[in-house]
């Protein structure tokens, strides 16, 4: 492990106004969001939608420090033979990979998972560096329900995030730990926050005890919010306390970036929410995006899988990775939306 060189990956990774795509939907994924906009779940269209995003040139350059790729895409090529890696370094941006291999239920713990991908890890990881990425991901997956989450489920997925992020180290890869908690059901904000500190107090312990060294590694975590199903929606200023204050009690100054994940929100509340953070200030860690859904809805839509909307689609694209880098600043507005509507 060099850590001066991870250090250096993850603080660009989260690099002032600027975030990191997601774009390592898996292909059941992938065949959801298309099914939305109508288009065929073929391999040619993955390619071509994803080519889309990484061709917008300004934006990737401006604004998105790095792009997660699913397995498919880091050995994809474009339209015109370019490997799709290529294009993303050619705008600037880090080339990142997703190395879970999704989810199991956990014996003993009714309705919880535990996210799995360990086996061979080392070897993948060094084929992964080999083609050009320079940090990784792994998602796990934290439900709140009745009886729920489980000690041994945080525990469970807590160990597997931090196994994983030192083997990522051992390669020389930035881990970005992404222990989510879901958004979904009808609890309120506090529950969230209540779950979310247990959680991330476990991966830090574990990933203490796994001898990772902070300052390589970039957190994606669930923002402190409301259940989707819940009678009472927190503020936009609630989420934003609440959630530094959460971060605060649970992450190490020593972890230079912490990146979101948008988890079902909608494209503007994800916004204005990373606004709201960033215009608390004094930080002790960079706070932006890696955003998902919440980046990558509006130029989906706008695509709708028709060649012919590649120009709208890189339009949409960019707007949203414009408006999520200013967030990332403290310097979005509402109105600036509207004014592009
Ligand atoms: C882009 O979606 C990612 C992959 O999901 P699957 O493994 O289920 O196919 C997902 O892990 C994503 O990176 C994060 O959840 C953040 O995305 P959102 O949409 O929550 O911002």
Not at 104 to 117: F, I, M, Q, R
Request: glycine share 6%; charged share 25%.
């Amino acid at each position: 492990m060099n850590l001066a060189d991870l250090n250096k990956v993850a603080v660009a990774m989260t690099a002032p106004g600027k975030g990191i795509l997601a774009a390592d939907e898996s292909t059941g994924t992938i065949k959801k969001r298309f099914d939305a906009i109508a288009t065929e779940n073929t391999e040619d269209n993955r390619r071509d939608y994803r080519e889309m995003m990484f061709r917008t040139a300004e934006a990737m350059k401006n604004h998105i420090s790095g792009v997660i790729l699913y397995d498919e895409t880091i050995w994809q090529k474009a339209k015109d033979g370019t490997p799709l890696v290529d294009i993303i370094k050619a705008a600037g941006s880090i080339p990142g990979i997703k190395v879970d291999e999704g989810v199991k239920p956990l014996p003993n713990c009714p309705g919880e998972v535990v996210t799995v991908g360990l086996d061979k890890l080392a070897d993948r990881l060094t084929k992964y560096y080999d083609a050009g990425a320079r940090f990784a991901k792994w998602r796990a997956v934290i439900d709140i329900g009745q009886g729920m989450p489980t000690f041994s489920c945080i525990h469970a997925n807590a160990h597997a995030l931090a196994r994983y992020a030192a083997l990522c180290q051992a390669a020389n890869i930035v881990p970005i730990v992404e222990p989510e908690v879901l958004m979904d059901g009808a609890h309120d904000i506090d529950r969230c926050v209540d779950v979310t500190v247990r959680v991330l107090k476990e991966t830090f312990q574990e990933l203490y005890y796994n001898r990772v060294a902070l300052e390589g590694i970039v957190l994606k975590p669930n923002m402190a919010i409301s259940g989707k199903k819940c009678a009472k929606q927190a503020s936009v200023e609630e989420v934003a306390e609440k959630t530094v204050k959460m971060l605060k009690e649970c992450v190490p100054a020593a972890v230079p970036g912490i990146a979101f994940l948008s988890g079902g929100q909608s494209d503007e509340a994800a916004t204005a929410h990373l606004d709201a953070m960033n215009r608390i200030g004094n930080l002790p860690w960079a706070l932006t995006f890696s955003y998902g859904r919440a980046l990558q809805a509006a130029p989906q839509k706008a695509w709708s899988g028709r060649s012919e909307n590649v120009a709208a689609a890189q339009r949409a694209f960019m707007h949203r990775a414009k408006m999520n880098s200013l967030a990332a600043l403290g310097q979005w507005k509402a109105d600036m939306e509207k004014k592009a509507a």
